[in-house]
């Protein structure tokens, strides 16, 4: 999508891409960047949308109201932040790329949503940690993946179709998934003859 002068790769796209990677990975480091970039965000290309020196980091209690209870959607899967516990799940893929997860959510008063959480896929169970920064200037939302994003606006003042504020829904739409999803997950484990899982620690 393009908004004024700025190009977007859209949260869906990244996604949907990253799935394929899954079924066949065996790298700790490819690991970590398909992790990383299942939740990584519109990212830009020309004119970036850099908050105004007027910006300030949203608190936490700012950023849990924005995201209890929400569902944050694309193309190819889900994740899913619970009031109770701060329980995040996620679920991506179908098939040999079939992906879900299971950790907790935390945020803090510097504007940081952090994601805490072991991925279960056809290679293994990954532990992999993503944090996201947010600056608030009037009702504009500012979004950056940590470290090495793009500010790029999350949701404007007055909402647009295009926000990614559009894709945090009230539906769960994960956890109804959950049983099936492992059950496929464990079916393409036997196919890949993988059905006992490592667990590597990505940094």
């Known amino acids: ?4 002068r700025v190009s977007f790769v859209s ?19 490819v690991v970590a960047a398909c992790l990383s970039a299942t939740l990584v965000g519109p990212s830009s ?17 700012e950023l ?23 329980h995040f799940t996620a679920r991506s893929g179908t098939g040999n790329t079939t992906a879900w997860a299971q950790g907790r959510w935390t945020v803090t008063d510097d504007g940081r949503l952090c994601l805490n959480a072991e991925w279960h896929m056809v290679s293994g ?8 920064r947010h600056k608030l200037n009037g009702g504009t939302i500012y979004q950056k993946k940590e ?11 007055v909402p647009t179709e295009n926000d990614e504020f559009k894709k945090l829904v009230a539906e769960n739409l994960v956890s109804p998934d959950l049983a099936t ?17 490592s667990r590597r620690k990505i940094q």
């Open 1 to 4: 999508m393009t908004m004024g």
């Open 11 to 29: 949260f869906d796209r990244v996604a949907r891409s990253v799935t394929l990677c899954f079924g066949s990975i065996r790298s700790s480091l």
């Open 45 to 61: 290309a020309g004119e970036a949308n850099i908050p105004s020196a007027d910006a300030r980091p949203m608190s936490a209690p």
């Open 64 to 86: 849990y109201l924005l995201f209890r209870d929400k569902t944050w959607v694309w193309s190819d899967g889900a994740g899913r932040f619970d009031d109770e516990g701060r």
């Open 125 to 132: 169970v990954h532990a992999n940690k993503t944090c996201f």
């Open 147 to 157: 470290p090495s994003g793009a500010w790029y606006i999350f949701k404007h003042s």
């Open 181 to 197: 999803i492992k059950s496929d997950l464990e079916d393409q484990k036997r196919l890949a003859g993988n059905a006992i899982p």
